[in-house]
C-alpha cells in the first residue's frame, strides 16, 4: 500500500448520458435549456452548461468502439437505464423554471424541500432520465 498522500480532484467538468434519439434528444434540451452546443453530430452533442462544466449527450451504442484523434485515444463506453442528474440554479429563478417548464406542457413529476433551505424541482427528458433543478442548500457543500 502507497503512502503517498491521495492526489486531490478540483470538480467535476462532465456529465454524460446516453440517449436513442440523439436528434430528438437535443431539441428537447435545446429548447428547454438553450445551452451553447460546442459539438453537435449524429454521435454526440456537447453543451456549455455554465461554470465551465460540458453536459454530454451521446447516441446510445454509438460509443462502444475507441475513437482515435490526433491527441490520443477516447476509450469505449456506453450507459443504459435512465439516469439523474442536477443543475444548479439560482432560488430566485425556481418559479420561473416552474412556469417555462409548464409553457412547454413538461409535467414537473416532483418537489423537494431541502433541510439545509434547497429546493428541487424533478422532470423527465424524452429517453426518462430525471432531471434535477437545484437551488443552494441542496448539500452541505452546495
Known amino acids: ?30 429548447t428547454v435549456f438553450g ?4 459539438v453537435r453530430d449524429d454521435r454526440v452533442v456537447a453543451y456549455d452548461a455554465g461554470a465551465s462544466s460540458v453536459f454530454l449527450l451521446f447516441k446510445r451504442g454509438g460509443t462502444l468502439k475507441e475513437v482515435v484523434l490526433a491527441g490520443g485515444t477516447i476509450p469505449p463506453h456506453d450507459g443504459a437505464g435512465p439516469s439523474h442528474f442536477c443543475f444548479a440554479i439560482d432560488a430566485e429563478q425556481l418559479d420561473d423554471w416552474e412556469a417555462h417548464l409548464a409553457a412547454l406542457n413538461i409535467p414537473v413529476e416532483a418537489r423537494m424541500n431541502w433541510d439545509q433551505g434547497g429546493k428541487s424541482l424533478y422532470f423527465r427528458d424524452p429517453d426518462g432520465h430525471l432531471i434535477e433543478l437545484g437551488t443552494p442548500g441542496i448539500w452541505r457543500t452546495y
Open 1 to 30: 500500500m502507497s503512502t503517498r498522500p491521495k492526489p486531490s480532484v478540483n470538480r467535476l467538468v462532465e456529465t454524460a448520458i446516453y440517449v436513442d434519439d440523439i436528434a430528438s434528444t437535443g431539441d428537447f434540451y435545446d
Open 35 to 38: 445551452f451553447p452546443a460546442l
